[in-house]
Every structure is written in C-alpha cells, then in structure tokens.
C-alpha cells in the first residue's frame, strides 16, 4: 500500500485488520513510521523491491508524485492497482490509461458506495431535466486538503458531461460579470476544519429546485471501498476498471 503513513493509509490498515480476504503485506512511505504491523518502505519502490515482497494488488491512496515510480514497479511485476489518490495532471491521467494496457487498473476518485450511486443519480436527473435546469456542484473537505476541487466533484461533473455533452466547467465567477450560461456547471470548493467529505449537486430550474447530496461521516467508508476494490481487482486482465464494474458484477 503506497501513502500507508498518511489518514487514509491508516484508516486502511484499521479496516483491513478486520477482514479475512484482505492482508496489507507491506507498505511504502516518504514518512516511514519507527513501527508499525506491517514493514514500510520510504522514499522508493526500489526499496521495496530488494525485499522480495509479495502482493497480490497495490493500492495507492498517496500523492500524484509517487505515480510514475508506482507504475513502473507494478507493470515491471503485473501487480494490479487499485488508484485511489486524486489531483492528477492530464498527462499523468494519461500515464494511467497507458498503464491499463499492460495491468489491471482500478481508478476512482471517491470509493464510497454511496458516491457512485450520486454519480447515477446525477447522470439522470441531468437526461430528465435537460437544458431547463441549471447545474451547480458543491463540494467540501477539511483544511489539509491539497486538490481544488475534489477528485469526486470532477467526477460527477465528468458523469453529468455524458448527457449534458455541450457542458462548461467554471470554477470562479467573480472575475467577469456576465448571466450563467446554460451550458456552465458551477464547480466550488469549500476548505475548513476536519470536514471528511460532502458531496451536493443542485438542479436549479423554474419554480423547482433538485438537490442530491452525500456527507462522509469518517474516512472508513472510503477504506472499505478501496479494500473492496483490491480483493476485486486481484487476477482481473489489464484494462480500466471502476466502481461501477465492481457494482455490475456484484449484482452479477
């Protein structure tokens, strides 16, 4: 597990402990803890290499810089990865697409069940309502949070882009002055306190106003999904994979 030292690796480690199907078999961090249950490995894959560990599947809840190493050692031992960290770079989202040709990647901005089901819920309710209803996401985290806006934010934008194939991310409104197109979706971000996670898109139409929302009460949920993700993900063939095909061939 790559970014073990950090509040999500170690809300992992605590729920893995709890599992049956799910061992965290070593982990690697720029922050290598003076111990631990599972031996850590800090600053590079390299490292971890000269100790001949053995894993079935990586999972990535780090940060962006860590992505090529990451790549390289998992396509080098056709480990597959579970990719859980968000704020990438276009070019390195496209690192990712390169790398599913070769392993089997799991990539999702937010691995909560109930994320991917405000995804759906939003893709919907934007074929339903059409161009009468303006849209506008709202998101907010804690105060440490590197990324703006959230990896999940992008990703109902993106779902909602599916139906509402002519749409304009704005993100800032007040350096121009002008009325709300009809093709914008309204992206913000909200940082403050330790705000785990919450999640609300907004159809806005006449007379009428339609608002989804999600609030993420601890960062277990999102460890569950990740651990879910890995024992699902392990002897998968190379190629792109997300919430959504874990759901479909649960419900298989």
């Known amino acids: 597990m790559t970014g073990c030292s950090g509040k999500m690796g170690k809300s992992i480690l605590n729920a893995a402990a709890g599992r049956d199907d799910a061992v965290i078999a070593a982990g690697v961090d720029i922050v290598a803890p003076q111990s631990g249950e599972v031996p850590v490995y800090a600053k590079s894959f390299e490292m971890l290499e000269e100790t001949g560990c053995e894993a079935d599947v990586i999972v990535d809840f780090s940060n962006p810089a860590v992505l090529s190493g990451m790549l390289t050692y998992a396509k080098a031992h056709h480990l597959p990865v579970v990719i859980c960290t968000t704020g990438y770079s276009e070019e390195q989202k496209q690192q990712i697409r390169e790398a599913a040709k070769e392993i089997a990647v799991f990539y999702s901005g937010n691995m909560s069940l109930g994320i991917n089901l405000i995804i759906e819920l939003a893709k919907k309710a934007a074929a339903v309502f059409g161009e009468g209803f303006d849209i506008e996401i709202i998101e907010q985290h804690h105060n440490q949070k590197l990324d703006a806006p959230s990896g999940t934010a992008l990703m109902i934008a993106d779902a909602i882009s599916e139906v509402k194939t002519d749409a304009e991310y704005v993100y800032d409104r007040h ?4 009325k709300r197109d009809k093709k914008e979706i309204g ?29 993420a009460r601890s960062k277990t949920v999102f460890a569950i999904g990740a651990l879910n993700a890995a024992v699902y993900l392990k002897g998968k063939p190379a190629g792109m994979y997300d919430m959504s095909d874990l759901l479909r061939d649960a419900d298989a």
């Open 175 to 178: 350096a121009y002055r002008r």
């Open 187 to 215: 992206i913000h971000s909200i940082r403050g306190g330790n705000i785990v996670g919450e999640h609300e898109v907004i159809f806005a139409g006449q007379d009428e106003v339609l608002t989804i929302s999600h609030s």
